[in-house]
């Protein structure tokens, strides 16, 4: 019960400055241990001095746990296990002056047992200890390791990522040109399949940010049956291609603009709208959005698919994992989406959870306890369509695929555009030109775009 009771102090604690963000002072961690180890250590003296041989015996035995507490904190910390191992220890040293009541080879034997249980005592702290660090060194390269790994992911799909813009497009710049149907068929599967490529690049870099701790979400206030319309009509052509009825439900009670990340937001709705359209073959998917008590909003989205078992359900949130083997080959994926979806809604301090049975459809339902947001004034909704006709656009880039991407699609819009290779470059020209709009890259040879956009701020150019 005493031990419980110092754990108990400790925890409190602990608890108490977490709150704060603090570690407690040292006086209030090993106050109670020191405390502890006093009482204790002068009860069981008393029984050593005053008790008869089975109180002497109970002493020995109170002292030698008092020891053996101190390990633990030995594994923790040199102050705590100081604090703690002294007083017992040193009654210990005095235990044969107190235990007159033993006399010759009782007395030698005790002895005996003492240094050869203090020797012991002595080898585990030690092995304790060693095996802290071993351990401490062992988290410390797992989390080394697990940090190159998000880092080598983040750098990866941002590598393949930019020539993937590219290749999209140009073909989007090669659709407005005069194409045979045959031609136009074929490009139509490019870009479809670049379009595949990058929604995976855009999973890893997302999934590589969040394990890093690098993912920050917005604060802004969006309009929720807006975005529920948006992400309906993004998809109703691809339910009616594929025979279904996707149906959306906002139940008017839904709070109109809520504060928050209206992107993630965004995210979790594709992916699950995205995941009940692949794995229904006929019938429909239903999309809910209702208020969420006390505050934000509950998504459902319910399909009549395949439907799954408990044993599917219980990895369906794991990274890279699937229902079956079969699905994959199937129905393709990575299983890196619902993964996302959850730790998304974690973030915004909500949840996500699935309903299935085999052959009886699947219900997934998010629930993002989201601030109520503020509709903005009538003049920031009205957005002023600008005509690009005539105006001369910098484009700053060193990539020559992503200055003729940006120039087809700039010229196509009836802008007149000049290129340059770097941030000095772009100073140079920008500096001989009237331009009304720089687009600028931001990593660059000789200088990068946040020097150069410094540099134009203080008039150079």
């Known amino acids: 019960l005493a031990n419980i009771a110092l754990e108990g102090s400790l925890f409190f604690a602990r608890a108490r400055y977490a709150r704060m963000g603090r570690r407690p002072p040292i006086v209030e961690r090993l106050a109670p241990i020191l405390g502890f180890s006093a009482v204790w250590s002068t009860m069981a003296s008393v029984c050593l001095f005053y008790g008869d041989p089975p109180l002497q015996i109970a002493g020995l035995v109170i002292l030698l746990a008092l020891l053996i507490a101190s390990l633990k904190y030995a594994a923790l910390s040199w102050a705590g296990f100081v604090f703690l191992a002294p007083a017992p220890f040193v009654a210990l040293t005095l235990a044969p002056v107190m235990l007159t009541d033993f006399r ?17 005592i002595a080898n585990v702290a030690h092995t304790i200890r060693r095996n802290a660090r071993a351990l401490e060194a062992a988290r410390a390269h797992a989390l080394d390791a697990s940090r190159s790994k998000s880092a080598f992911l983040a750098m990866m799909s941002h590598e393949l990522r930019t020539p993937m813009n590219g290749v999209l497009g140009m ?39 969040i394990e890093a701790g690098k993912l920050e979400l917005e604060a802004v206030s969006f309009d929720v049956d807006k975005l529920g319309r948006q992400i309906f009509l993004m998809w109703s052509e691809t339910a009616r ?5 996707l149906v959306l439900e906002i139940d008017p009670a839904t709070p109109a603009w809520l504060a928050g990340d209206p992107v993630r937001v965004r995210q979790i709705l594709l992916n699950l709208i995205s995941n009940a359209l692949k794995f229904t073959e006929q019938g429909e998917v239903t999309v809910r959005i209702a208020p969420l008590a006390p505050r934000g909003i509950e998504i459902l989205v319910t399909d009549t698919g395949i439907g799954m078992r408990q044993d599917q359900q219980d990895k369906l949130f794991q990274a890279f994992s699937q229902a079956e083997a079969s699905t994959t080959r199937r129905f393709g994926g990575t299983g890196l989406g619902l993964s996302i979806c959850r730790q998304l809604a974690e973030m915004m301090d909500g949840d996500i959870s699935v309903t299935s049975e085999p052959g009886a459809g699947t219900t997934f339902r998010v629930a993002l306890p989201l601030p109520a947001g503020q509709a903005p004034a009538e003049a920031e909704i009205q957005n002023e369509i600008v005509s690009l006709e005539g105006r001369e656009i910098l484009v700053v880039d060193d990539n020559k695929v992503n200055q003729a991407v940006a120039k087809a699609i700039l010229e196509a819009a009836g802008a007149v555009v000049t290129l340059a290779d770097d941030g000095l470059d772009g100073l140079e020209k920008l500096r001989a030109g009237n331009f009304g709009v720089v687009l600028m890259d931001v990593h660059m040879p000789r200088m990068d775009g946040i020097e150069a956009l410094g540099r134009i701020r203080a008039g150079e150019a």
Do not use: C, F, R
């Open 104 to 120: 010759g080879w009782e007395l030698a034997l005790l002895l005996l047992a003492l240094l050869g249980l203090g020797a012991v």
């Open 241 to 245: 291609l594929k025979g279904l009825e």
């Open 171 to 209: 073909a989007h710049a090669l659709a407005a040109t005069k194409l045979t149907p045959q031609q136009a068929g074929y490009l139509d599967m490019i870009v479809q399949s670049g379009d595949g490529l990058m929604a995976v690049l855009n999973d890893i870099l997302d999934l590589s940010k």
